[in-house]
């Protein structure tokens, strides 16, 4: 990456989350050549809170791969386990065989094994139904370009918990619409996560807030800006 990205020190970058324009600038992108867009998620935002899953439910959506955290997230669970006995992880999303096979295998080793749920692949409805239903997204990438499950997760009135990484610490307002744990560790990640499922009053603020940071990010907007960034380059070839 440092050597092909000096080739493109004089084209315009433009991408969705500003931890990607500082990785750009660090690798000797100058900042002027750079725009952050934020991408809205497609999902339509709900009209009223959800009605959830009478067990604290909570949930992963990703490809099943080890950089997403998955790993991160089934410890986690653990712990929470720990806690509630009665709560459930689901997890959206599907990923090579040989590690899903990897990763269930693993779980027979556990006392999580029961409580967890692999729904693999689901259509876009079944995943904004699922969304609606669990109390908490739980997110442990290693870096995302820009999280937008977590947008698509608040537009169903699901705050989310999520690791302080690149990407997911910018689409979580923290203390607002959701929480970004302070080190990032299972044990983090399971006692933020109990803590967000028993406090009510604070988990609605984060729903309600969670909600009106999505529809704050509208399509026209990107729209227009992104015509007006790309005529500007147009015009001064």
């Known amino acids: 990456e440092v050597f092909y990205l000096r080739l493109y020190r004089n084209i315009p970058f ?24 934020p ?50 992880l689901w997890v959206v999303g599907t990923g090579e065989e040989a590690y899903l096979y990897s990763l269930k295998n693993n779980l027979k080793l556990d006392h999580v094994q029961s409580r967890i749920k692999f729904f693999g692949y689901v259509s876009e409805d079944k995943k ?17 370009g820009w999280g937008l499950v ?37 044990q983090s990640l399971a006692r933020e996560a109990v803590w967000l499922y028993e406090h009510p009053k604070q988990y609605q603020k984060y729903q309600t807030n969670g909600i009106t940071w999505v529809k704050s990010l509208r399509w026209e907007d990107v729209t227009k800006t992104s015509l007006s960034l790309i005529m500007n380059v147009y015009e001064k070839q």
């Not at 991408?15 to 867009?37: E, K, M, S, W």
């Not at 998620?41 to 998955?70: A, C, Q, W, Y």
């Open 150 to 186: 977590v947008l698509e997760a608040a537009s169903q009135g699901t705050p989310a918990v999520v690791y302080d990484t690149h990407g997911l610490s910018e689409v979580v307002k923290h203390g607002e619409t959701g929480i970004v744990v302070s080190d990032n560790s299972p």
């Open 128 to 144: 904004l139904l699922v969304m609606q239903k669990a109390h908490v997204l739980l997110h442990a990438s290693i870096k995302e």
């Open 39 to 88: 991408c809205p998620p497609l999902s339509r935002v709900i009209s009223k809170l959800p009605i959830k899953e009478h067990e604290p439910t909570f949930l992963f959506v990703s490809r099943i791969v080890k950089m997403k955290g998955i790993e991160e997230v089934i410890r986690a669970f653990s712990l929470i386990y720990k806690v509630l006995p009665a709560a459930r």
């Open 14 to 37: 433009w991408a969705d989350a500003q931890a990607t324009i500082g990785d750009l600038v660090r690798h000797g992108i100058p900042t002027g050549q750079c725009t952050t867009i």
